[in-house]
């Protein structure tokens, strides 16, 4: 099949990705709630899974019941997902009665005081992760942060940056890459909108979450409502998008410009913050009143990431490596799938990705991050509906036209990625499909799975939940080749967090200060 870029340097790289395309690295970060009873689990992150602190495979985001899996990067992507079905079956044999709630959006929440915030230990770092959530909790209060998602971390083979395409004697090698990887990340934003489209599996949501909009929605039963062309209200303004957030603008036209707006971000006080609490008390319930309060405050749909593995900030790390993967953060957990994601989704985001590596585009205007944010609020909460309108390059154009445009120029990068195997095509046309037919969409399917099984959302998330419980307890230990890795990890995490406990050797007020200090 003919290549469909018509840029010099588009046709070059892909040329040279042409031997090295399958050399790809793929990871998946995914975010589930601890469920008994219908409600968020009050048990504290259990033992048996080691330390959330140090574990490098399971560890709690937000909430001390939000468990948080995550699996090395892979070449081969079918060892990722492999990996993430491993932890899934150590994790539920290890937290008795509760089950991972298998949706985005949480189940009801009678009172915020009922979601239980991380708890990292006594060690300074762990008293600053621990602080950093009491903060957001204060800033956005701690609903919203119950929403889970998966992460898909992605980055392109290590050889391409040996092309005489990103060799310059007068260049750093380091900002090469990092702008390469800036313009991918600028291509993402561009067509987010069709990630929210395709996997958004979050057309219904709770009431605390329509506060007094309950108009705007049609209800479901007396705990859930939904919009009937929704596919991720998790990423509408209902869910993390919140006003608040948005407030923050932070360039991804350069690595420079994205570290400057970050770092000032937590360094500049917001009127709002500093209202939290009264002088005295205020240090106690927050790490600071800027802005951000770190680095990893800014939620983004993606995000510039290194590869170095320490606790210095986001921003230093960045500084010191440059760019290494990008991580993408608009995914709604897959209901349909035991690990909340299916072999379709990541071969087609590979594909996906490796386009927008290749798609050469200049920065972005200021109209443009306004028609991106445009589209995808559209699209989170009316993506489904018939003759929907998006903005492209300042005109209107049909979803389904923009869609198949992008479909049209994915096709060569998949017949590479077959290797003669033909499966990445084939996820391809299966996404054409869903593009022409919204009935096909995991928010589609979810809606009519809740209407024709005559459940509620809690029921059918209990049902999901339960159902892949057992068959992970049904299956035997010794079928999975990572439990005594996993098991090990758990041990070893908890004696490394003790060994920090132990021997820290500065205040509390200093490792905030040396934290900022890079």
Request: net charge negative; glycine share 4%.
């Given at each position: 099949?003919?290549?469909?870029?018509?840029?010099?340097?588009?046709?070059?790289?892909?040329?040279?990705?042409?031997?090295?395309?399958?050399?790809?690295?793929?990871?998946?970060?995914?975010?589930?709630?601890?469920?008994?009873?219908?409600?968020?689990?009050?048990?504290?992150?259990?033992?048996?899974?080691?330390?959330?602190?140090?574990?490098?495979?399971?560890?709690?985001?937000?909430?001390?019941?939000?468990?948080?899996?995550?699996?090395?990067?892979?070449?081969?992507?079918?060892?990722?997902?492999?990996?993430?079905?491993?932890?899934?079956?150590?994790?539920?044999?290890?937290?008795?009665?509760?089950?991972?709630?298998?949706?985005?959006?949480?189940?009801?929440?009678?009172?915020?005081?009922?979601?239980?915030?991380?708890?990292?230990?006594?060690?300074?770092?762990?008293?600053?992760?621990?602080?950093?959530?009491?903060?957001?909790?204060?800033?956005?209060?701690s609903l919203m942060q119950t929403i889970s998602g998966i992460h898909y971390n992605y980055s392109v083979p290590e050889s391409i940056w040996e092309s005489s395409l990103f060799k310059h004697a007068d260049i750093n090698p380091k900002i090469i890459r990092s702008d390469t990887y800036f313009n991918m990340l600028?291509?993402?934003?561009?067509?987010?909108?069709?990630?929210?489209?395709?996997?958004?599996?979050?057309?219904?949501?709770?009431?605390?979450?329509?506060?007094?909009?309950?108009?705007?929605?049609?209800?479901?039963?007396?705990?859930?409502?939904?919009?009937?062309?929704?596919?991720?209200?998790?990423?509408?303004?209902?869910?993390?998008?919140?006003?608040?957030?948005?407030?923050?603008?932070?360039?991804?036209?350069?690595?420079?410009?994205?570290?400057?707006?970050?770092?000032?971000?937590?360094?500049?006080?917001?009127?709002?913050?500093?209202?939290?609490?009264?002088?005295?008390?205020?240090?106690?319930?927050?790490?600071?009143?800027?802005?951000?309060?770190?680095?990893?405050?800014?939620?983004?749909?993606?995000?510039?990431?290194?590869?170095?593995?320490?606790?210095?900030?986001?921003?230093?790390?960045?500084?010191?490596?440059?760019?290494?993967?990008?991580?993408?953060?608009?995914?709604?957990?897959?209901?349909?799938?035991?690990?909340?994601?299916?072999?379709?989704?990541?071969?087609?985001?590979?594909?996906?990705?490796?386009?927008?590596?290749?798609?050469?585009?200049?920065?972005?205007?200021?109209?443009?991050?306004?028609?991106?944010?445009?589209?995808?609020?559209?699209?989170?909460?009316?993506?489904?509906?018939?003759?929907?309108?998006?903005?492209?390059?300042?005109?209107?154009?049909?979803?389904?036209?923009?869609?198949?445009?992008?479909?049209?120029?994915?096709?060569?990068?998949?017949?590479?990625?077959?290797?003669?195997?033909?499966?990445?095509?084939?996820?391809?046309?299966?996404?054409?499909?869903?593009?022409?037919?919204?009935?096909?969409?995991?928010?589609?399917?979810?809606?009519?799975?809740?209407?024709?099984?005559?459940?509620?959302?809690?029921?059918?998330?209990?049902?999901?939940?339960?159902?892949?419980?057992?068959?992970?307890?049904?299956?035997?230990?010794?079928?999975?080749?990572?439990?005594?890795?996993?098991?090990?990890?758990?041990?070893?995490?908890?004696?490394?967090?003790?060994?920090?406990?132990?021997?820290?050797?500065?205040?509390?007020?200093?490792?905030?200060?040396?934290?900022?200090?890079?």
């Open positions: 099949m003919a290549i469909h870029f018509k840029n010099p340097m588009e046709n070059n790289l892909f040329s040279e990705l042409k031997g090295a395309i399958d050399s790809c690295k793929v990871g998946f970060e995914k975010e589930s709630l601890r469920v008994i009873n219908s409600g968020i689990s009050q048990n504290i992150h259990p033992e048996s899974l080691g330390s959330a602190l140090c574990n490098s495979y399971i560890t709690t985001d937000f909430s001390e019941a939000q468990t948080e899996l995550v699996t090395p990067p892979f070449h081969e992507k079918t060892q990722g997902l492999k990996f993430l079905e491993d932890i899934h079956h150590f994790v539920s044999c290890n937290i008795k009665d509760e089950i991972l709630w298998p949706f985005s959006m949480p189940p009801p929440i009678d009172d915020e005081k009922n979601i239980p915030i991380a708890n990292y230990g006594s060690s300074n770092l762990g008293l600053f992760k621990r602080r950093y959530r009491i903060g957001l909790s204060e800033r956005y209060g600028r291509n993402i934003y561009r067509i987010n909108w069709l990630i929210l489209y395709l996997f958004g599996a979050s057309p219904v949501l709770t009431r605390n979450f329509v506060y007094e909009d309950e108009k705007l929605f049609n209800q479901l039963d007396n705990e859930t409502f939904y919009l009937p062309y929704a596919t991720s209200l998790r990423m509408s303004n209902f869910g993390y998008q919140n006003t608040r957030r948005r407030k923050l603008e932070v360039s991804i036209n350069s690595i420079n410009e994205y570290v400057s707006d970050l770092s000032n971000a937590t360094k500049t006080s917001h009127p709002d913050f500093a209202k939290i609490h009264s002088t005295s008390t205020k240090l106690k319930t927050q790490i600071n009143e800027n802005i951000l309060q770190i680095d990893d405050e800014y939620y983004a749909i993606a995000r510039a990431k290194s590869k170095i593995i320490s606790d210095q900030r986001t921003t230093s790390k960045l500084n010191q490596g440059g760019v290494d993967f990008i991580e993408l953060r608009s995914l709604d957990l897959n209901p349909f799938s035991r690990i909340g994601i299916d072999e379709e989704t990541t071969f087609f985001l590979e594909v996906l990705l490796t386009y927008c590596f290749i798609k050469q585009q200049q920065h972005f205007t200021d109209n443009e991050m306004i028609n991106i944010n445009h589209n995808d609020a559209l699209v989170a909460k009316r993506g489904r509906e018939p003759r929907l309108e998006l903005l492209k390059d300042g005109e209107t154009i049909s979803l389904k036209d923009w869609g198949n445009q992008i479909v049209d120029n994915l096709f060569p990068i998949a017949a590479v990625l077959d290797n003669d195997k033909g499966q990445y095509t084939k996820v391809v046309d299966q996404m054409r499909e869903k593009i022409n037919d919204s009935n096909q969409t995991l928010s589609a399917r979810l809606l009519d799975k809740i209407a024709n099984n005559n459940m509620s959302f809690v029921e059918l998330g209990e049902s999901i939940g339960e159902a892949n419980k057992i068959h992970y307890l049904n299956l035997n230990q010794y079928d999975n080749p990572n439990w005594n890795l996993l098991e090990k990890e758990a041990i070893d995490s908890c004696n490394q967090q003790k060994r920090l406990e132990d021997n820290d050797g500065e205040s509390f007020e200093s490792f905030v200060e040396n934290y900022f200090k890079y």
